[in-house]
Structure formats: C-alpha cells, structure tokens
C-alpha cells in the first residue's frame, strides 16, 4: 500500500538583528526585514500547501547569545517589552487567509513592468471574492519600500470594490477609478504600487477600509508627492554627481618611476572627504562592556565625525572643578572631552567640540551680572583653549543665539555677544581652527530674502569676524511633529536646496549639525528609514554641504524628554534599524569607490570617484604593488594624478606615494 509523506516546514522566520544567533545570521536583518521577509515565506508556504510554524514567538537568549527571530521583543530578564512589526504582519496573514478561504491553485495573472512576481491567491467562501497577495521576489526585501507602478491583469478575479493592503503595515486603501477596469471577465489595474513587501488586492466586502486613516500613512504619501517629484530627484542626483565626484586619470608608475602598462589596478576609497558624523556623548558610560563593544562598533562602521561634549555643566559642574580628562566623576551624557582624543586618532575621526557658548545647560552657580559673566566665559575659553583648541579642528561657538531668552544676562536685543565671543574665541584659537555659529531647525524653512540666521551670518561676516562655518539642526522629537512636519508646507525640498545654496553664497561651509527622525508609532521603523533617505541624499548633494550628523546613536541615549522619539540610528541595544541600513548601503556602498582599472600603455586609466583618501594596489611580474592617494577640493584643470608604487610586503601594509601629476 503506497505512503504518502507530507512536508511540513517546522521553522521558519528571519531574524530583526544582524547579531543573532542561529540561521540567515550573516545578512544584514533589521524589523523591516523581517517583517517582509516572514510575510513571503508564510504567503509561500501557503500558495504550496505546507503548513509552516513561524520561530518564534519571542526572542530568545541562549548562552551564546540572542536569537532575535522572535515576533515579541524581549528583555535580558525574559519578559515581553512590545510586539515587533513582523507580529502584526503574521496577525494579518493568519486573519485573512485562514479557515474563511479556499486557497485558489491557479491563479491566472498578466503583469507588466515588473520582474520575477509572486502571486498567491484565495476565494472567501461567504463573499465569494478573492483575495491576490504579490510582490517582487528579483531581491532580498530592504529597508525602505521602494515600489514600482506595476500593470495587473486578473482575467479571473471577482471582486465588486476592489482595495489595495499592504500586509507589512495594515494599510487599506481604495484604488482609483482610472487604475481600475473591470473586464468581462477579471480585472485590470494600472500603476498598483507593488515592491519586496507583499501587498494584497482584496475586495472592501473583505477587508473594509477604515473611515479613518492613519496620520503616518497620510504623512508619507505627501512627503512622497514631493520628493519624488522628477525634477527634485534630478536635481539631487546632479549635485552628487558634480559635487561629490570627480573624472580623473590615474597614471601608475613603477618603483622605478616607470609607467606600469597594461596593469590591472585595484582601487579602492578607504575614507570619504566629506564628513559624515554623530554625537559620541555616551563613549564609554554603557552598563556592560558588551553595549560599549557594540555602540562603538556601529559608531565607526558609519562615521567619520564625532561630536564631544563641552557644555559647561558638565565640563564644570563645581566651580573650580573642572572635568577636561579622565579620571573624572562620572556624568551621563557628559564624559570628560580628553577621553575623545585617542579614540578619534586610533579610529581616524574627526572631532568637534560643542557648544563654548550658549544660554542653557550651564551650572547653576553661574552669576546673573553679565560683566561677571563674560569674565568667566574668557576664564572658560583660556582654560578649554590651552587645553584642546589644538587638538580638535571644529568648534560650535555659539549656539542658538537667535532663540536666545531675554532673560539671560549676555541678551541684548542685537545679540551682540555673538560678536564678542567670536571675536574672543577667535584670539586665543588657531587660525586653521573651523569656528561655527550653530541655529535651531526652523531656520532651515525661511526663505533667503528673509532669513534671519542667514542675514546674521552676513552681518558677522561684513564686521571681519571669524565664523568658518554655519551649522543648522533638523530635530523632530515627536512622531506627532515630525508627520505634522512631512505634510506641512516646509517640507519642501526644492526650498531647502534653495536656501543651503544662498548660505553657499557666503563661500563658507555648511553642516547639518543635529537631526533626530523619530521611529516611534506606526511603521516607525519604515517611516524613519525613508526620510533619513531622502534627506541625506539632499543633503550630500548641496554644494555648500561639508558634513552631517545624526545626533543621538542609540535609543535611549537622548536627554529623558527626547528618549519617546525612539530617533536612534539602532536600537536600545545597538542592533541596527532600518534607518542605519539605509545610511550603511549609501555610506559604504553607493557612496564609495571600488573599481578595477586596466592601464593602457603609458600606464594610465580613467576613474570616476567620490571625493576622499585612495589606496591602489596593482600586480605586475608577481609582485604586489601598493600606493595611496588623496582626491579633495575641487577638480583640477587637469585631473591627471601620477602613482609611484612600491613593493607590498608580505603580509604589511604598502608605501606608496602620489607622484606630481606629469
């Protein structure tokens, strides 16, 4: 009597961190991912019958380490913290394709505009109508959903109402008249947004659509309506491509000064010129060495820049007693500034000190009497200047002068204190030292011909005072600001690049110098990855734009009031979210020049490449060759850069240098 054997698929699940212990632990995870990726392995499993259980329920600590597959989020103490995306993603497939629906084997379907698609489709036994789930299988899901406008013909689909969902984040929404054609038999539609993320074409007899729709939804399809827009994205992609790369002609020599011909070249861009930062004020406070371990490994992986403390109640939080180096008591947030200096030179960061001036985070025994006042502030620049002022290259002088309270001893009306503490800060620091004037984020949404903070930079440049750089901040600490914002009348990226080119107009360096995106609330993780995107794209692109830096890493690691935004790159326990994938793919991959080059017979080759620190290895007769090279500032008349290469030591690092170019 024949057997008949039954698969059946026991686990099955990805992880929401890349640290995970146990299976698919060697690609990069984040919840987003996850949650895409249990959303077509479950549609899977089901379109071929095979019952599957998903692993697991919550996440689990071994003596190994964490598994993180689990759809709750957990604690080190075993108890549930909140479900996960990819929680609400499986209550949604096991809500609608369960016992209520027959599943349909065969499911004819046309599709244009679109590779490789999955199909998955039932009949609702009462309602007689179909539910049809796709997406795009050409890759592994990612971080931010990047749809395309997908053609959809069902020659055998009934539906009356037909409506679109998106499985990931709950969305239900109606499909336009003139995106939808009912045939004679099924159905077409036009421009469905369909990407790596199933999404489902059920009939609002079946999934009714909510009277109310969420704020995040909302907020995103305008924020979408504006960025997308072809001209911005044009726009965009210009100003990188011109400002950000350069052509040149990379002429390889031998050690003995003669050109290398038909040699192939490894090139490979090991630092960016542009600076590309976070604040760093938690190095070293974490509770376990293992957050220290993991908060510095994501802090480099992405940055080059660093932010150090210098607020003055933390730098003095006793009169008298100052907290320059270690050791010192310690203070969250607020580690001594000489902890920074061998970290930044073993790592290659950059560093700048914040703020030497502002109205708020100052100690409590300062004076009211404002010439009491100054002369401490001098007394304040002496000491961090003898100290440091040689030691770190960027300083935010003043900070947020233009929300300056009345009430603080140094206002007046015309702010004149900015001028004087540039003046004074100027004297007692080098003369290559990068002086900044930091401002508030709506500065960043008034127009030029009206711009206060633009009309004070002109003002204090027009006097001879030494401001290097200008800094503006872009924080949302709330997600209820930050949608508010997305559908707003300023988040319009046509204007920003407008106004950051008039700033350009000072021939001064700009810097996002503070940004915080909130994860918090629906599809937090999604919507911060998103607008983190699109506005360091924006960003890298401006010509005037010299740096960027996300403010706090970690959850949890803002001052308590900001701590709800969730606005961290990673996660409380420094796992990555989406936010930082996106950063790490544009950082490290889109934005960094790996290229293998064939030399012709005078030993030269184009290269087209991103502005930074170059080093080229070339194999001629079995030996390895070995150079380095810098590409900064602006392109050259002729861009012809002559490498003289030499010898690679077994095992050691090369020697090479750049030749004046012929």
């Known amino acids: 009597m024949p057997r008949t054997t039954r698969a059946i698929q026991g686990e099955t699940g990805a992880p929401s ?36 259980n998903l692993f697991t329920l919550m996440e689990l600590r071994y003596p190994t380490g964490w598994n993180t597959k689990g759809l709750l989020r957990s604690d080190d103490e075993g108890r549930v913290v909140r479900p996960k995306p990819a929680y609400f993603a499986a209550q949604r497939v096991v809500t609608l394709f369960d016992g209520s629906v027959d599943r349909l084997a065969d499911c004819p379907v046309r599709i244009e505009g679109a590779a490789r698609p999955r199909v998955v489709a039932a009949r609702h036994r009462t309602a007689g109508r179909d539910l049809v789930a796709l997406w795009l299988g050409d890759a592994p899901p990612g971080e931010v959903d990047r749809p395309r406008p997908v053609g959809l013909t069902l020659p055998a689909a009934e539906f009356d109402e037909p409506v679109w969902v998106d499985l990931r984040t709950g969305d239900v929404r109606s499909i336009p008249s003139d ?11 036009r421009d469905l947004p369909v ?51 350069r052509t ?18 490894e090139v490979r861009q090991t630092s960016h010129e542009f600076l590309f930062g976070c604040n760093a004020f938690v190095l070293g406070q974490l509770p376990t060495p293992e957050l220290s371990r993991r908060y510095e490994s994501a802090f480099l992986r992405l940055f080059n820049f660093a932010t150090v403390p210098f607020y003055w109640k933390g730098t003095e939080p006793e009169r008298g007693r100052t907290r320059y180096e270690d050791p010192a008591p310690d203070i ?3 580690p001594p500034p000489g902890r920074f200096l061998p970290w930044a030179a073993t790592n290659g960061l950059t560093l700048k000190g914040h703020p030497l001036l502002w109205h708020a985070y100052n100690p409590p025994w300062l004076p009211a009497d404002a010439a009491e006042l100054r002369a401490l502030f001098l007394r304040r620049f002496d000491e961090i ?16 002068s233009l929300i300056c309270p009345t009430n603080w001893p140094l206002y007046t009306a015309d702010l004149e204190y900015v001028a004087w503490a540039f003046g004074e800060v100027g004297r007692r620091w080098p003369p290559d030292a990068l002086l900044m004037i930091n401002e508030v984020t709506e500065l960043n949404f008034e127009p030029a011909d009206r711009n206060r903070y633009l009309a004070q930079v002109r003002c204090l440049r027009k006097r001879g005072l030494p401001v290097r750089g200008v800094g503006l901040q872009f924080h949302f600490f709330r997600r209820k600001a930050l949608d508010a914002h997305l559908v707003g009348p300023h988040n319009d990226p046509a204007a920003l690049l407008d106004l950051y080119e008039a700033f350009g107009r000072q021939r001064l360096p700009l810097f996002i110098t503070e940004i915080t995106f909130p994860s918090a609330g629906d599809d937090g993780d999604s919507v911060q990855a998103e607008v983190v995107e699109d506005h360091y794209r924006l960003w890298f692109s401006s010509p005037a734009m010299r740096g960027i830096t996300w403010w706090n890493l970690g959850d949890g690691t803002a001052v308590p009031r900001e701590n709800e935004a969730l606005g961290g790159l990673v996660d409380d326990r420094f796992h990555p979210k989406a936010a930082y994938r996106v950063l790490e793919r544009l950082i490290r991959d889109e934005w960094t020049t790996v290229a293998t080059l064939t030399t012709d017979t005078d030993g030269r080759a184009p290269l087209y490449d991103f502005h930074g620190r170059y080093r080229a290895r070339a194999s001629v007769g079995g030996v390895r060759l070995d150079a380095e090279f810098d590409l900064r500032g602006p392109p050259a008349s002729e861009d012809l850069i002559g490498l003289r290469f030499s010898p690679l030591p077994a095992g050691g690092q090369g020697g090479g240098e750049r030749e004046p170019s012929p």
């Open 17 to 52: 961190t890349s640290d995970t212990f146990g299976a698919l632990r060697h690609r990069p995870w984040s919840e987003v991912t996850q949650a895409k990726w249990n959303l077509r392995r479950m549609l899977a499993h089901y379109a071929r019958d095979i019952p599957f």
């Open 179 to 189: 995106c939808a054609e009912r045939l004679e038999r099924g159905w077409r539609f």
């Open 195 to 245: 990407g790596d993320s199933p999404v489902l074409i059920a009939d609002c007899a079946v999934v009714p659509i909510d009277p109310t729709v969420r704020p995040g939804a909302a907020a995103m399809d305008a924020h979408r309506a504006r960025w997308n827009n072809p001209e911005v994205r044009r726009r965009i992609e210009e100003g990188i491509r011109r400002h950000r790369q």
């Open 248 to 265: 040149i002609t990379l002429r390889a020599l031998g050690p003995d000064g003669r050109p290398l011909a038909g040699a192939t070249v």
């Open 332 to 334: 969250w947030r607020r």
């Open 385 to 400: 200047s003898e100290r440091l002022a040689s030691r770190i290259p960027i300083w935010d002088v003043v900070n947020e």
